[in-house]
């Protein structure tokens, strides 16, 4: 299927860009990598050794050529805040945000697909636009800001769930779920705002074609004529928000892993910046933009599924 | 034998827009028996789709709404019915085809499927029952290679194929009646033909009425037993075709039938005879029409026609013209332009 192989193919160049840049991050950057890396406290011994072991006095294109090598084996480095290697640390911390940003996902498209779906069915009455001000109200509001405003009202004052914390699934599955459930929330409804919105806009779009009326006019009932006639032609642009904001999604479960305590990759993230860890900064950021590549490659081959004129 | 199957009465649709209402459909009236076909010709714009819309009452509501009339279906109001019930009306009893066939089959379902939820609607059948009913169906509308169009989609089809499936789905619950709106409008001259012959052989087949909707007389005279002609929302004449089609009463008929091109033979050999043209355009009206709506454009328009409503007239037997000058509008078939 030429279709597929193109898009696995346009995916190449795009990770090679990130590579580079997030290479250059650390090597590009104003001063010496080693005193960088070094920190402000150290002798000149131990800058020389640094600089010694990176190599530096290599052309850059070959050091960015070595890297790229040993990336691609799975070697992001070492930290040096915990002098082991960055690909454990994230593997480490995958779980939490793997689980946060599913979570998130779902939600997001729970509330999203019915709530944008009706919204367009009712267009320009008060219930669409209730829905969208909901919708508008959500994307305006920060994570953190929505965050906060959540574990006070279901944690401080309702009781019902924890302030903050992670329990490993391992260590029950009930307890992780209502560790969970918060921080997921918070990520997952300015996200569904986003989606709503494209949701609705999408439905609109396709209630107002030819085949729509055809389908009325054949006697279907409601609920084949919105979800198999009007969400497959709808689709298309929806998983394409779903993709694009997936980078929203990314930046969030930083925010939200900070918020809520969550020692996820987000929170990894953040130490690192904090402690100028810059092998841990630049595996975080790899594997931030593997990831968002990689979605939106399963986006751009969902299409082939929605439309079949995609396939040629 | 002369059973009705459908009759339309006082039929008003307004449409309510940025500028205000519109009366779309104003005082319309129509019959049509079992197993007859009936043409409702016009201009775009006066009121032949809206009125086809709302025997379905597929209008968009609530922008297009029928505000006064009955449209009574043996014998039952369809115009008074929730979405519910018209909802067992739709693919059953009467079925609706649309001019776009490139447009009104829905572009990511397969054709299989797009009958195969039409057969659904009537009773839960086997996979297997309702695969052989599309690929009877298909067979039956004359499309070669069944088994594997039911796997494709429609822009895999052709214009003429994907109206055969059009009229396959609208005809696979068998209805009593088929709304065919500009069937063949969008297709070329050679498979128009092909599908107009399709169409009334079924009808025949199938003991099927039909409402025809098109701006084309060459159509009516192949497929119709009577015609309306419909001018801004209201019948200005209505006869069997043959009548109607020989002797055209109201000026309006007279220059749409002068609007076809025709050759006509002359002394001196074969010769085109001019292609007559009606100055101005359909107007909108606003609410029920005061005047002759046609009067502003009509070249035999007197003070009268600007001030009341012509009524329907019996010109002939089963042949009526909404004319204050019906018997003098003779003159005008020998060129319309007085």
Known sequence: ?312 | MDETLLAVDDLAVEFSGRSGRTRAVDGLSLTIARAETLAVVGESGCGKSVTALSVLRLLQEPAGRIVGGTVRFHGRDLASLDESEMRQIRGRSISMIFQEPMTSLNPVLTIGEQIGETIRIEGDHTAEVVRQRALAMLDMVQIPDSARRLKQYPHELSGGMRQRVMIAMALVNRPDLLIADEPTTALDVTIQAQVLDLMRGLSGQLGMATLLITHDFGVVAEMASRVIVMYAGRKVEEGPVRSLLSSPRHPYTIGLLGSVPKWQQSAGGERRRRLVEIPGAVPALRGPAQACSFAPRCPIASDRCHAEVPPPTAVAPGHVAACWHWPSSTNLRSGWHP
């Open chain 1, 1 to 312: 299927m030429s279709y597929v192989l193109r898009r696995l193919l346009a995916t190449l160049p795009v990770m090679a860009t990130v590579a580079l840049i997030v290479f250059s991050l650390l090597h590009l950057s104003p001063g010496d990598p080693a005193h960088v890396l070094a920190g402000e406290t150290a002798t000149p011994d131990e800058v020389a050794s640094i600089r010694a072991a990176l190599g530096l006095e290599r052309p850059f294109f070959e050091r960015f050529a070595d890297w790229s090598y040993s990336v691609i084996t799975g070697n992001l480095g070492q930290s040096i805040f915990f002098g082991r290697p960055v690909a454990d640390l994230i593997l480490q911390r995958a779980v939490p945000s793997i689980a946060l940003s599913l979570l998130a996902l779902l939600i997001a498209v729970a509330i999203a697909l019915p709530l944008g779906m009706f919204a367009a069915w009712r267009a320009g009455r008060v219930i669409d636009k209730m829905a969208m001000s909901f919708a508008v109200l959500g994307f305006s509001l920060p994570t953190f800001v929505l965050g906060y405003l959540l574990i006070l009202f279901f944690s401080v004052h309702l009781r019902w769930l924890p302030v903050q914390g992670y329990v490993a699934p391992e260590d029950g599955a009930v307890s992780f779920l209502r560790h969970l459930i918060l921080p997921a929330l918070a990520l997952g409804l300015v996200y569904a705002a986003l989606i709503a919105r494209v949701t609705r806009a999408a439905m609109l779009e396709v209630l107002g074609q030819d085949y729509m009326r055809t389908a009325r006019a054949k006697g279907l009932g409601l609920w084949r004529m919105v979800v198999r006639h009007a969400l497959k032609n709808a689709a298309v642009p929806i998983v394409t928000v779903i993709g694009i904001g997936f980078g929203m999604l990314i930046s969030g479960v930083v925010v939200t892993e900070t918020v809520f305590n969550v020692p996820g990759v987000g929170r990894l993230t953040v130490d690192a910046i904090l402690r100028r860890d810059y092998p841990v900064i630049q595996g975080v950021v790899l594997v931030f933009s593997a990831t968002y590549v990689l979605i939106n490659l399963l986006v751009d081959l969902s299409y082939a599924l929605f439309d079949p004129r995609v396939r040629r």
